[in-house]
């Protein structure tokens, strides 16, 4: 399988590149510059950029940067990718440019999410230093946070994540908003590092291309100031203060200008792999994480 050590980082796309930095700089206390080729590297650890912001029609979610550990895992992955008979794409030296990556294989799922394998991340190593004065994101070997994609051909999406990329199950739970209809699975999936799910998939679509991605600070203050930010700058909520029961994760989640959610949280659990069982959860979070204010 694909050695696959974490979310490297992600790229959204926004028609107003304005909008992203002052979210970025004001509500999630990331720096930002330019990013070669265009658009915004949004700055979150001593790497140039976490997450990169280009311009264009539609505000959406575009792509998942997951980080292979070296030219000899990268080479592994192509193998890999041609004995299973996937689909894949040398990224352009511009593409690998702008990444900041040595080289990057594209990859689609079956259920349209792009995905760039990478490997030999470049980096000056400048310290993060947050306009709001945040310490710290928890980053390093576990990867930015982790994403959420819409998977509406379920079984086929699932089996490709697994067969192919080689990501593992931490757990499932089974949404169930109407007792008259199926349920709709979300199977959250681990890779190469120690965070409970790099990788979700949830079994609808999303017009923005993702459900909502998660980046991670070191305290509950600074969740709770980050809070206030958003409330200063009007952005809308997506779901209430809570903490979730499958990755004891402590957060609220609102909206990003390219439409899709983010997850501000503290505390989320990191699991030795080689003692865990995966389970089957009931409810999304022992406590809060009311989602209904998303809909008002």
Same mark, same amino acid.
């Given at each position: 399988?694909?050695?696959?050590r974490g979310l490297g980082y992600?790229?959204?796309?926004?028609?107003?590149?304005?909008?992203?930095?002052? #979210?970025?700089?004001? $509500?999630? &206390?990331?720096?930002?510059?330019?990013?070669? =080729? /265009?658009? +915004? #590297?949004?700055?979150?650890?001593?790497?140039?950029?976490?997450?990169?912001?280009?311009?264009g029609p539609e505000r959406r979610?575009?792509?998942?940067?997951?980080? *292979?550990?070296?030219?000899?895992?990268?080479?592994?992955?192509? %193998?890999? *990718?041609?004995?299973?008979?996937?689909?894949?794409?040398?990224?352009?030296? =511009?593409?690998?440019?702008?990444?900041?990556?040595?080289?990057?294989?594209?990859?689609?799922?079956?259920? &349209?999410?792009?995905?760039?394998?990478?490997? &030999? #991340?470049?980096?000056?190593?400048?310290?993060? !230093?947050?306009?709001?004065?945040?310490?710290?994101?928890?980053? /390093?070997?576990?990867? +930015?946070?982790?994403?959420? +994609?819409?998977?509406?051909?379920?079984?086929?999406? !699932?089996?490709?994540?697994?067969?192919? *990329? %080689?990501?593992?199950?931490?757990? !499932?739970?089974?949404?169930?908003?109407?007792?008259?209809?199926?349920? $709709?699975?979300?199977?959250?999936?681990?890779? %190469?590092?120690?965070?409970?799910?790099?990788?979700?998939?949830?079994?609808?679509?999303?017009?923005?291309?993702?459900?909502?991605?998660?980046?991670?600070?070191?305290?509950?203050?600074?969740?709770?100031?980050?809070?206030?930010?958003?409330?200063?700058?009007? !952005? @809308?909520?997506?779901?209430?203060? %809570?903490?979730? *029961?499958?990755?004891?994760?402590?957060?609220?989640?609102?909206?990003? @200008?390219? =439409?899709?959610?983010?997850? #501000?949280?503290? /505390?989320?659990?990191?699991?030795?792999?080689?003692?865990?069982?995966?389970?089957?959860?009931?409810?999304?979070?022992?406590w809060g994480h009311d989602f209904?204010? =998303?809909?008002?």
């Amino acid at each position: 399988m694909i050695d696959i050590r974490g979310l490297g980082y992600f790229v959204a796309q926004t028609d107003n590149l304005a909008e992203w930095q002052a #979210y970025a700089q004001d $509500v999630l &206390g990331m720096m930002v510059e330019p990013a070669p =080729g /265009g658009g +915004l #590297y949004v700055k979150m650890d001593e790497r140039p950029f976490r997450i990169l912001v280009v311009e264009g029609p539609e505000r959406r979610y575009l792509a998942s940067g997951w980080e *292979l550990a070296n030219e000899r895992a990268f080479d592994a992955a192509i %193998g890999v *990718l041609e004995q299973k008979r996937a689909k894949w794409e040398p990224a352009s030296a =511009g593409l690998c440019e702008q990444r900041g990556m040595q080289a990057i294989a594209i990859v689609t799922d079956p259920s &349209g999410n792009r995905h760039e394998l990478g490997w &030999g #991340y470049r980096s000056d190593c400048r310290p993060f !230093i947050s306009p709001q004065g945040v310490p710290r994101f928890v980053t /390093g070997d576990m990867g +930015l946070g982790h994403t959420v +994609l819409p998977a509406p051909h379920f079984d086929e999406t !699932i089996a490709f994540h697994r067969e192919v *990329l %080689g990501f593992e199950v931490s757990d !499932i739970f089974n949404f169930q908003p109407d007792p008259a209809a199926p349920a $709709v699975r979300i199977h959250f999936l681990h890779c %190469g590092n120690a965070r409970h799910h790099s990788l979700a998939l949830a079994e609808y679509p999303v017009p923005s291309g993702c459900v909502h991605v998660m980046v991670e600070v070191d305290s509950m203050t600074e969740v709770g100031r980050a809070h206030d930010r958003r409330i200063a700058h009007d !952005i @809308p909520l997506s779901a209430t203060l %809570g903490q979730h *029961l499958n990755d004891r994760m402590i957060s609220f989640y609102m909206k990003t @200008p390219s =439409g899709f959610d983010l997850e #501000y949280g503290y /505390g989320g659990l990191q699991v030795d792999w080689s003692r865990h069982s995966a389970f089957e959860f009931t409810r999304v979070s022992l406590w809060g994480h009311d989602f209904s204010v =998303g809909q008002r």
